[in-house]
């Protein structure tokens, strides 16, 4: 059974910085894409930083390039998310997903396991 865990949310002022974990059991994390989702209250989901099988390639939002950095630690399965100098309106649920194919993007549809997300809260 797949499952993806997600951890290392919380509570940060603004400008902080939190580093966020997806670890996998049940599926071998390297030689599948994994992204970093965002979903604030009313808001749809959204892609933002996405690395590829092997981690041959990332790719981030506009929105978070130059702050956040995705890499992959595959001795323990996990997939990081380091975010920094971050911003109240970053303030959300956060999740990992998985794309069986490896190629990864930062769209929704793709992506087949998903975690259950892991709250991250940035306010003064």
């Known amino acids: 059974q797949v499952q993806l865990v997600e951890s290392g949310g919380g509570l940060v002022q603004p400008g902080g910085s939190l580093k966020l974990s997806c670890s996998g059991s049940?599926?071998?994390?390297?030689?599948?894409?994994t992204a970093w989702f965002r979903q604030a209250p009313g808001k749809e989901r959204e892609g933002i930083a996405c690395?590829?099988?092997?981690?041959?390639?990332?790719r981030y939002a506009d929105s978070v390039k130059g702050r956040f950095t995705v890499s992959r630690d595959n001795a323990a399965n996990t997939v990081y998310l380091q975010m920094t100098n971050l911003k109240p309106e970053e303030t959300g649920v956060y999740y990992c997903?998985?794309?069986?194919?490896?190629?990864?993007?930062?769209?929704?549809?793709?992506?087949?396991?998903w975690g259950q997300g892991t709250q991250v809260t940035v306010i003064s």
């Open positions: 690395i590829r099988r092997f981690a041959r390639w990332q």
């Open positions: 049940g599926i071998n994390l390297n030689d599948r894409a």
């Open positions: 997903a998985v794309d069986n194919s490896g190629l990864g993007t930062l769209l929704v549809d793709p992506y087949d396991h």
